[in-house]
């Protein structure tokens, strides 16, 4: 889904989803996106600063991990380097040709703007394709199980680093779904609520199936960045502090994350308005569908729950 850039009320705090004791018809309150402008054409978008936050954040985890762990801190930065690289770059490929074709055909230098649109599932894959090229091109030497080790080390941080890029989604409001009375939806009480809920519905030519205004704003609709933050922060990331309390077999971390993650995201994907949909299922579910089976070969191959 494209990242929105929107306005921000003057003296929004930028952690849009702290205060949510400010409820707003029992839902939370919808506000635009953040954004700083700084000089000339260049502005900053609190979606844009949260995911290189999250970067930095992982990437500086996963190297203490390591040295924690007895790996090379040095192989863990330039393989962090071959992961991120190649993660950005497959996820804006898989997003536009999955979500997006008709528009390769209208200006086919949209695959060059690796900096929108993006896949999470398509940043999974890039991600592994990434750990492959590393270890065919500079990790040779490096042992099977020490490789192991260092893909469990990006694994256990990789949730605590998606939270925070979750968070950037939630700001940006950028994976909206229907309409809802659910209480962790978005508020639509406000005419810019409406009007942005409005714009997806008619790009989806589902506009008639909105209720009438008055209706509308006493309901909110389903945001699914938001739902990910927080099952991310509040069910994935102290799960893996717990289970992070004794010695773990390599690759446990990475299949109980996918294990974790995959039913979830597959799920709320149902509630997604205007991603492309190809015999009723998003490209998301059949990418999380082949992701989860991989995840559940892994565990059984690797034998990780049983030791």
């Known amino acids: 889904m494209r990242k929105q850039a929107l306005g921000i009320p003057q003296g929004l705090s930028l952690l849009y989803p702290v205060p949510i004791g400010c409820l707003i018809n029992g839902m939370v309150p919808y506000f635009p996106q953040p954004e700083l402008h700084l000089f000339g054409p260049i502005t900053l978008h609190a979606f844009g600063a949260l995911v290189a936050l999250a970067v930095v954040v992982g990437c500086g985890m996963t190297i203490a991990r390591c040295r924690r762990n007895g790996l090379d801190p040095a192989v863990c930065n330039d393989l962090l380097g071959y992961v991120v690289l190649a993660g950005f770059v497959v996820a804006h490929l898989y997003s536009v040709l999955a979500y997006y074709p008709e528009e390769i055909l209208q200006n086919p230098l949209i695959l060059l703007k690796f ?6 599932f398509g940043g999974f894959v890039g991600g592994v394709f990434g750990l492959w090229l590393f270890f065919r091109v500079k990790g040779k030497p490096i ?9 469990d080390a990006i694994a256990f941080v990789f949730p605590f680093s998606w939270a925070i890029g979750r968070l950037g989604c939630t700001l940006a409001h950028d994976h909206p779904g229907t309409v809802t009375t659910f209480p962790l939806g978005v508020s639509l009480a406000t005419r810019a609520a409406r009007k942005y809920i409005q714009h997806f519905y008619r790009v989806s030519d589902r506009l008639e199936e909105l209720p009438d205004m008055e209706r509308l704003s006493r309901m909110g609709f389903h945001d699914l960045g938001w739902y990910e933050f927080l099952f991310t922060a509040l069910v994935i990331v102290p799960a893996f502090l717990v289970l992070d309390r004794k010695p773990r077999p390599p690759g446990f971390f990475l299949a109980t994350f996918l294990l974790l993650y995959v ?34 070969c892994i565990a059984v191959r690797r034998g990780i729950y049983s030791k």
Do not use: C, H, K, M
């Open 143 to 151: 042992r099977t199980l020490d490789r192991w080790r260092y893909l």
């Open 115 to 120: 900096w929108e649109n993006i896949s999470s």
């Open 263 to 296: 039913p979830g995201r597959f799920l709320l994907d149902f509630l997604r308005l205007a991603d492309a949909r190809y015999a009723g299922l998003t490209p998301g579910q059949y990418a999380g569908a082949a992701v989860f089976v991989a995840a559940a």
